[in-house]
Nanobody, 126 residues
Framework: QVQLVESGGGLVQAGGSPRLSCAAS????????MGWFRQAPGKEREFVAA???????TFYADSVKGRFTISRDNAKNTYLQMNSLKSEETAVYYC?????????????WGSGYGYWGQGTQVTVAS
């Protein structure tokens, strides 16, 4: 079992560079693939980024590639560094965990994850 708690959201100016954090509990955190998703008002949840157990492999949604960076450390934290944020990226951002090895065909979808945080609101002011 793993529990996830996101932080780092808030009000940000367009073009800003906030960093989101996801703190995980559980002894086997290093064995989980981690992902970030977001859900804007009135829209479906969408994939943002994912990272492998070791942190050596990552993949991103095309919309954020080159601007966002997902990373993790040995202290059970996963991060999402967001640069050049746009107003349309206002959303609740969720951290998610999966016991499976990173698979591009699985972890780009919410159904690929078994554990979710409560989300953190990011509001981008234009």
């Amino acid at each position: 079992q793993v529990q996830l708690v996101e932080s780092g959201g808030g009000l940000v100016q367009a073009g800003g560079s906030p960093r989101l954090s996801c703190a995980a509990s559980g002894r086997t955190f290093s064995m989980y693939t981690m992902g970030w998703f977001r859900q804007a008002p009135g829209k479906e949840r969408e994939f943002v980024a994912a990272i492998s157990w070791s942190g050596g492999r990552t993949f991103y949604a095309d919309s954020v590639k080159g601007r966002f960076t997902i990373s993790r450390d040995n202290a059970k934290n996963t991060y999402l560094q967001m640069n050049s944020l746009k107003s349309e990226e206002t959303a609740v951002y969720y951290c998610a965990a999966s016991r499976d090895q990173l698979n591009l065909h699985v972890h780009g979808w919410g159904s690929g994850y078994g554990y979710w945080g409560q989300g953190t609101q990011v509001t981008v002011a234009s």
